[in-house]
């Protein structure tokens, strides 16, 4: 990993810091890619990565500052996927994602990330804490979250909820049929001969070690 | 044990590849034969949705070259079949997600504890290709009898023979009697004229193939239908056995009641 990593999305560029470097030499890095980036950031916004430090705010003060003194007012400057919560920061530490997560559009809110749109066969979609997906997930698509996962749309593909190993987290969606359901380190699958279409939401959660679904009373 | 690994290769795309490893890898199982199916295109999976056993994926391919886990607990065992496994593909990584060199170990690791490993190809001739035929001993060519198809079998032919791959095998998919017997559609002779290999098998036509592959139950598993007879009799044949290609000339109306109530 490079001491700045940058990511495009439909949204804007997350910009990623390795906090293993001197905060020094990370000012230094974000400068120069500053300076070589030109124009490049022109209406576009910008995320700054928290990551899993708990850092002082004023070190971000300053790569704000940095980044202001080369970028036009219009640039949003962000900072997204604060950590707050200790046990769903695993995900993050250990099984940090290899997979380039496909997010359309993307919002952030706190620690829960909303994606809009369908997540089709082969794409990703990882978050440390909640997601919230606006659309379908299709077979051979994979949804993994540090925390709970709620589909508004049909969930047919993979979903991993409490990735981190968070055993409250749950599993919503308008209709639940995914191929394979994990929650914290519990694995179940539908059964097979599962085929009804009725359109109700149900949810997903662990109780006495076992992966339960139920039905939504409204 | 020192098994055989083959490849299951054609070129073009959409002529039956996964079909035909999933029924083979079955067929060869019926046969009480230890097989592992490799599903080798990255990032487009399909063998374990065409054997139905797309929700027991836990850890790839990818999973496995990479360290992520040991190999037996990437391979998926056969729900119907004890003797037959499957060792799927990623779906969210790329074909350079593996080398070929990691290929090659990864059959010769398999070879040792199973009698076949069938890798199952991608469509193209790219990365994917050379990876799916790293490490194999036998090229099975998957052709239609499509002027596109047989090109592409050619094609392939040359590619696996410059590898080191010589004497590929050809299996003829989706041939359909009436047509050959119109002569509106390419008969076997012509293929072989082309493409000079030796003919493994012929499959003929058959909409059963839709419904076993979209309940995800391979057709073998249904003697009674001609294309599962078809592929059974391939396995026996790579099995070593000496099976004739069952006749594709249009039969009689005759033949065919008798066929049907079983006399023949």
Known sequence: MQIINTKMTAKGVIIDFDWKYDFDVIKDSLKSHFEEAGSFYEGTDLFFKVGQNELELNYFKELFEIAENFLSSETGIYLVGQEDNKESSDISKENRPKKEAIIEEVSFKGDTVLVKGTIRSGQAVEHPHNLVIMGDVNPGAEVKAGGDIIVFGRLMGLVHAGAGGKKEAQVAALRLAPTQIRIANKISRPPEDNDDQIFSPEKAFIKEERIIVEKIDF | MEGKAIVITSGKGGVGKTTTTANLGTALAMLDKKVCLIDADIGLRNLDVVLGLENRIVYDLIDVVEGNCRLEQA???????????????????????????????????????????????PAGIEQGFRNAIAGVDLGLIVATPEVSSVRDADRIIGLLEAEG???????????????????????????????????LG???????????TNKGEPIVLKDKTYSGKAFNNIAKRIEGQDIPLMTIEKESLFNKVKRIVGLS
């Open chain 2, 75 to 121: 391979m998926i065992k056969d729900k119907r079949n004890p003797n037959l496994f499957l060792l799927p593909a990623a779906q969210t990584r790329d074909k350079d997600a593996v080398s070929e060199e990691q290929m090659k170990n990864l059959i010769n690791e398999l070879k040792e504890k199973m009698d076949y490993v069938l890798v199952d190809s």
């Open chain 2, 165 to 199: 791959l010589n004497d590929p095998q050809l299996l003829i998919n989706r041939l359909r009697r009436d047509m050959v017997g119109r002569g509106d559609m390419m008969n076997i002779d012509d293929i072989v004229e082309i493409l000079a290999v030796e003919v």
């Open chain 2, 202 to 212: 012929v499959i003929p036509e058959d909409e059963n193939i839709v419904i076993s």
